[in-house]
């Protein structure tokens, strides 16, 4: 068997939704990932798969460990390209407003309710079951599945480890099946490819005055004040535009710091989100940043920094991939013949560990991932016949992107 289309067919309907039943009724809010990796990890020794466990260890910050996914299909022929399937595990802590059972897997009116079950518990099946039905096929390339940890947390330490041990390395491009077109910043709907998202970084400005007696305030530099000038400067940043992705945006986010009554406060500091496009790079927002701080002439000192990661190279940048990428083109093929028409095109508004993979790593990258509603929140779902469509389209792209 090698047509693209018998690959999508042996995807069973019944068998990827009793899978994603399964993986939303194990809790696995970022940090408590235990559970749900072994589950990953025995699913796939129980069809002789060959998992393995990818440790990932972040003593200073977090102070995480846990364990990726890891598995591989090897191609018959070594100049073929290699093709990273990539999903994430986590989902956000589960919220409070829940008004039943968070990880129920309820399934009504074709969407099954969840937290994660959207983002992305329904991708994460749809690359299980395609990487199942991929290994029945002769392939000439390689196929690398990856089901990381924490993508949901603050630094996307799966992901991370991967690229920094080394997985990417022999990677071509990559397939991430994060839910898609209701991230996007157009109005885009499936089946649909997402060939991009912006970068964002995290502005972390420190702010430093002098203290002086609250009653003779002119005495004094106002650390809080002064850090209000600079997050409505940064508000005003002029930001770059892409044609694709958009323009970027900054969104001061928080402002700590203070004194107790009758002092000047000395000190405080500032946070804001930065989405970047191409172009805009660390150097370029942060001089940005302090060109904008110059021209307010403050008295308070300024440090304009970035927030604290476990390594300099953590950090999203923006990516964006090439239409006419052999990927690209494959998963359209494949969404003709598995959907019966063409997909949209569409770029992702925020980051995730796709752009780890598209900028970092440098793959071209491709966001396939079905939809649904209320990520991230109470009431999340995911529509249950675009998790196997999803499924069938990444099986048929990726068996006629690897020959
Ligand atoms: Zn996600």
Redo the contacts with the bound molecule.
């Keep these: 068997m090698s047509h693209p289309q018998s690959v999508a067919d042996t995807v069973d309907d019944e068998a990827t939704i009793d899978l994603l039943q399964q993986l939303v009724r194990i809790r696995s809010p970022y940090f408590e990932e235990e559970e749900i990796t072994a589950f990953v990890h025995d699913w796939l020794d129980e069809r002789g798969l060959d998992p393995e466990y990818h440790h990932v260890s972040e003593p200073d910050i977090t102070g995480f460990e846990g364990d990726n996914v890891v598995a591989r299909l090897e191609g018959s022929a070594p100049d073929a390209p290699t093709l990273l399937l990539n999903a ?1 595990v986590d989902t956000v802590k589960i919220v409070d407003a829940w008004e039943e059972d968070p990880c129920s897997g309820r399934i009504e009116d074709g969407k099954l309710y969840g937290q994660g079950a959207c ?2 518990k329904g991708g994460l099946a749809g690359i299980m079951v395609a990487f199942e039905a991929l290994a029945e096929v002769d392939l000439a390339g390689d196929v690398l599945f990856t089901a990381v940890v924490d ?2 947390g603050p630094y996307g330490l799966g992901a991370d480890a991967l690229i920094r041990d080394g997985y990417t390395d022999d990677c071509d491009a990559a397939i991430v099946t ?2 898609g077109p209701i991230l996007c910043q157009s109005d885009v709907s499936n089946p649909a490819l997402v060939l991009g998202a912006r970068g964002r970084y995290l502005y972390d400005v420190a702010v430093t005055g002098h203290a002086a007696h609250g009653s003779q305030p002119h005495k004094g530099v106002n650390a809080v004040v002064d850090a209000g000038r600079v997050a409505a400067a940064l508000d005003e940043l002029d930001v770059d535009s892409h044609p694709d992705l958009g323009d970027g945006s900054v969104c001061p986010l928080k402002i700590d710091g203070g004194s107790q009554t009758l002092s000047v406060p000395e000190s405080a500091r500032l946070l804001a989100d930065r989405h970047v496009v191409p172009g805009e790079t660390k150097e370029v927002v942060r001089e940005q940043a302090e060109a904008a701080v110059a021209a307010l002439d403050l008295d308070s000192e300024v440090d304009v920094g970035f927030r604290e990661a476990p390594a300099a190279d953590i950090y999203y940048g923006p990516y964006v991939t090439d239409e006419d990428h052999p990927l690209v083109r494959s998963l359209d093929g494949a969404t003709h013949e598995v959907a019966g028409k063409a997909p949209e095109t569409g770029y992702f508004s925020s980051v ?1 560990d796709f752009n780890y993979f598209g900028d970092r790593a440098d793959l071209p990258t491709v966001i396939v991932g079905p939809d649904g509603e209320n990520i991230h929140g109470a009431g999340e779902f995911v529509y249950t016949d675009e998790v196997v469509e999803v499924a069938r389209i990444v099986a048929a792209g990726a068996a006629s992107y690897l020959g």
Excluded: C, I, Q, T
């Design positions: 994430h983002d992305m993508e949901e994060e839910p995730g």
